[in-house]
């Protein structure tokens, strides 16, 4: 038996290092850790990960040099404290991972592409006046090839994947029998066939919930309930850090109100709604319709709040969702009165969350804990 | 107080390229010195470079006193305890009478590695942190000491990867050199002034990065 300490040094997960940025590899775990860690926490120093760790500072030293040399976290500029040697912040970097998402939504259907932090940097739509699965499966990897050629050849290889959310009763959609693949997500292989890249697909409420606690407001936080406003009012109870989702989203499950409401609302006045699903309105044309319709919405989360604190306690509320920012400020200042003894926040991702919280599905499986 | 011991050769003595015998820059100009002007009051800074030391041979020229392992154990106990030990060794091992190519220098390396982690050295008898620093290349042109280091050129810029392999296995801090520092052309394998310097700095800040609790011992 030889010495082992006479054996040669371990050559594994450092094999690439001489290429800089190369083809994203999934993570070891304290790599992850140390990952998810900077995304909550932008600008830890070594010796603060070390801290929350409980690795060693040698430990981080090599993980940090792995993750560095990879493109994937950046050491900032020195700071300089009012007392004690200088400490060097870590970030993630944005440009060192990048992942597509689809959301396939009841009027409208979302391609984006985001960085490491989140932010959306190339972005794809089509809508629809009902929502058409086959219609949906035939356009929809045009779509993402569109969006894909925007990216330069060179940063091709720094995307991770695809992520695809989808409401829970999709197959239950018009068209759905005349798909193909039987179910609508059978386009994953096509889209992989297309792009070369790994589809992951899960439901579209909890994607924007782990987008939420990703990029979002609910970074650093444990315990709170996510609602989302989009064709339907969803919620997903979060408790430290694992998301809940309760009550199947099904058609007529509640009495929720949603955008759809608004939606027969204006049509049944004849008015035109192609604004409510653009994605780019402001829905101001809209505006005399709002403020009932939001009060109706305030009341369905109320009681979905008071359903859920029946069971469990939570101090913070999020609200999200597919509008523009003034109708979720609007919606805040009415939960506000309802609820006065619970923060509510507003969510921190923009009206694409649910596309975004696809996006983020690849790095959760290649570089999260 | 923390105290730093920068275990090396030639290049942390601080000799003078192109000069012949033990002509050094001044203990402010080398490395080591540049390093301690950085850190700042609260580091001892041990300086402990010989010319011509190696990793684990016994120099059949110069002497066995070359030989970087069988001196670091009572080096390292002489100074202890110790916060911090920097290694920066390799380029000797290049000389062609050890014929070894760079992979077998960088596990030369993780012996003297390994001997600090058995030593109990650092504070409390613990282990110190370990910061191995990979040499910076040497040149083409070696002028007189061609024929004593052929072939070392090629080696050379494969040494920053081996040792790099081996920081990563034994879990310690790591510095490539040749990324802010290079030899100097008056000989071709040693650091000039402006080397020296810009190593020092790019070294403190490594150091500090570290994160070291307390502030102050």
Redesign the interface.
């Known amino acids: 038996m030889p010495d082992m300490r006479h054996a040669p040094p371990r050559r594994l997960r450092i094999a690439d290092r001489e290429g800089g940025m190369n083809q994203l590899s999934v993570r070891s775990h304290n790599e992850r850790l140390l990952l998810s860690l900077l995304l909550q926490r932008h600008g830890l120093s070594r010796m603060e990960i070390g801290q929350i760790t409980g690795l060693s500072a040698q430990t981080v030293s090599v993980i940090v040099r792995s993750l560095e040399s990879d493109g994937l976290i950046v050491q900032g500029e020195a700071q300089r404290g009012r007392m004690g040697p200088p400490t060097y912040p870590l970030r993630v970097n944005p440009e060192g991972a990048w992942s597509i998402g689809i959301s396939i939504g009841y009027r409208r259907t979302e391609v984006v592409l985001i960085d490491f932090l989140g932010t959306v940097r190339g972005h794809r739509a089509m809508s629809y006046k009902t929502s058409d699965l086959l219609d949906i499966y035939v356009r929809l990897p045009r779509l993402v090839q569109d969006l894909l050629d925007e990216v330069p050849a060179d940063r091709r290889k720094r995307i991770a994947g695809i992520g695809m959310a989808v409401t829970s009763d999709i197959d239950h959609w018009k068209g759905a029998l005349q798909l193909p693949s039987r179910n609508f997500i059978g386009i994953e292989t096509e889209i992989t066939q297309i792009t070369g890249l790994e589809v992951l697909v899960q439901n579209d409420t909890t994607a924007a919930t782990s987008a939420e606690g990703l990029f979002g407001a609910t970074r650093q936080m444990d315990d709170y309930l996510y609602l989302f406003l989009g064709a339907h009012v969803r919620q997903r109870l979060v408790l430290n850090h694992q998301i809940h989702s309760g009550r199947i989203d099904l058609p007529g499950s509640g009495r929720q109100t949603g955008i759809l409401d608004l939606e027969s609302e204006l049509l049944s006045r004849g008015l035109e709604i192609d604004g409510l699903w653009s994605g780019a309105s402001d829905w101001l044309e809209f505006d005399a319709f709002l403020d009932p319709w939001l009060d109706k919405v305030a009341d369905s989360m109320r009681m979905l709040v008071h359903e859920a604190m029946q069971f469990v306690r939570f101090d913070t509320i999020v609200i999200a969702g597919s509008t523009p920012a003034h109708v979720l400020a609007r919606l805040h200042d009415r939960l506000g009165r309802h609820l006065p003894e619970t923060t509510i926040l507003i969510s921190e991702i923009d009206r694409s969350a649910k596309a975004v919280g696809a996006a983020s599905l690849p790095f959760n499986s290649h570089f999260i804990v | 107080m923390r105290t730093v011991l920068c275990y090396g050769d030639s290049n942390t003595y601080g000799q003078i390229p192109g000069e012949t015998g033990l002509v050094r820059y001044d203990r402010d100009q080398r490395w080591p010195g540049v390093m301690g002007t950085s850190?700042?009051p609260g580091w001892l800074v041990v300086e402990e470079g010989l010319i011509g030391r190696t990793t684990v041979h016994d120099d059949p020229i110069e002497g066995s006193y070359k030989n970087g392992r069988t001196y670091l154990r009572p080096c390292l106990l002489s100074h202890s305890p110790l916060d911090l030990v920097i290694v920066m060794l390799g380029t000797n091992d290049l000389k062609v009478r050890f014929h070894k190519p760079a992979?077998e220098v960088?596990?030369g390396l993780?012996?003297l590695v390994?001997d600090i982690m058995d030593t109990g050295c650092g504070p409390g008898g613990g282990n110190p942190?370990?910061l191995v620093v990979a040499p910076p290349p040497i040149l083409e042109d070696l002028r007189d000491w061609q024929p004593v280091f052929a072939g070392g050129f090629e080696k050379s810029r494969e040494l920053a990867?081996e040792f790099?392999?081996?920081?990563?296995?034994?879990?310690?801090?790591?510095f490539d050199a040749g990324r802010v520092s290079e030899c100097s052309r008056d000989d071709g394998f040693h650091l000039d002034r402006d080397a020296h310097l810009h190593l020092g700095r790019a070294l403190a800040?490594e150091v500090?990065?570290?994160?070291?609790?307390d502030?102050n011992r």
Do not use: N, T
């Not at chain 2, 790099?164 to 310690?172: H, M």
């Not at chain 2, 500090?208 to 609790?213: D, E, M, S």
């Open positions: 850190l700042g992979s960088a596990m993780s012996v390994h942190e370990i990867l790099e392999y081996v920081a990563d296995s034994l879990g310690v801090h790591y800040r500090l990065a570290i994160g070291w609790p502030g």
